[in-house]
């Protein structure tokens, strides 16, 4: 089984129908779910993915998402040693775009040996990671 590390940007292009990365968003989730990969994210993306969803698309699509994708996730939870290297990461970068949670995020994934994300985050691909859009 292969472990694939889930984006808010993956969440959001699922969830929103208009979005430019919907269709492929829909076409990847079903053939990750399909090819059995285990699906991994962390408690800093639900905070931002909850976060977008509620704001954007209201409470109903929150639901639907807590009752829906979240069972279908294994979550990990970052320690308080992970995340100080996620600032780390995100202060030596100092770059603008680059999020603590996106340093989070490829902190889990160094630390769990993934090598594939479901993104559409470019900032992804431009670090090493390969991207299963």
Do not use: K
Not at 80 to 94: F, G, I, R, Y
């Amino acid at each position: 089984m292969t472990m694939i590390f889930v984006d808010t940007s993956a969440f959001v292009a699922l969830l929103d129908a208009g979005d430019q990365q919907h269709a492929a968003a829909e076409c990847t989730w079903q053939i990750l779910l399909e090819d059995g990969n285990e699906l991994v994210c962390n408690n800093y993306v639900l905070g931002e993915a909850y976060a977008l969803i509620q704001r954007r698309y209201g409470m109903d699509v929150l639901r639907t998402f807590h009752e829906e994708a979240i069972p279908l996730l294994s979550v990990e939870w970052l320690s308080p040693e992970q995340h100080e290297s996620a600032v780390s990461a995100v202060l030596t970068a100092n770059r603008r775009g680059l999020s603590l949670v996106d340093c989070a995020s490829m902190e889990t994934m160094r630390r769990l040996g993934i090598h594939r994300i479901f993104a559409f985050d470019p900032h992804f691909a431009e670090l090493g990671f390969e991207t299963a859009e």
